[in-house]
């Protein structure tokens, strides 16, 4: 029998076909934290504007009365900035996916007063609060560390 090889082969080992239409890129696999973040923050925004209403609604839910928060105000007051704060976060969180350095900024920005948020909300809902300061560490750290790479 005789063995007989294409023009693009070898006998021992078959060369795969370029494909061409692929553009090389410095887009590394930290992309997906970028994502991450997007998507915690518009969970985030969402939380916080869950926790907002709860605060205005049902402020018997909370583990303390206002007078034992951190910064005391009425749960009114932290109501509604549960619900301004949350849909900042989430728009923010949205367009973070355009890749626009502005919009990491802004992430940046409304995660660490999301944080100083929790903290003074601490007493009324420790550990609720400590998983979203938890996110909001971990979308700062996306953001500054690989923001820039989404935009490719």
Do not use: C
């Not at 005789?2 to 590394?28: I, L």
């Not at 992309?31 to 915690?40: D, K, R």
């Not at 910064?71 to 849909?87: C, D, E, F, K, L």
């Amino acid at each position: 029998m005789s063995h007989s090889t294409r023009p693009h082969e070898t006998a021992d080992v078959a060369q795969p076909e370029k494909p061409y239409h692929v553009q090389p890129t410095t887009m590394s696999a930290w992309v997906g934290w970028i994502a991450f973040a997007g998507v915690i923050m518009v969970l985030l925004g969402i939380f916080h504007v869950l926790q907002g209403f709860v605060a205005l609604f049902e402020d018997g839910y909370f583990q303390v009365d206002k007078s034992h928060l951190t910064v005391q105000v009425s749960y009114t007051v932290w109501g509604w900035v549960h619900i301004i704060g949350g849909a900042i976060v989430a728009g923010a969180g949205i367009a973070v996916f355009a890749g626009q350095l502005w919009a990491r900024i802004v992430g940046v920005l409304v995660a660490m007063a999301s944080a100083i948020v929790n903290v003074g909300f601490l007493a009324a809902h420790p550990f609720w609060s400590g998983i979203m300061i938890l996110m909001d560490i971990l979308i700062i750290w996306a953001l500054t560390v690989h923001g820039r790479e989404i935009k490719e």
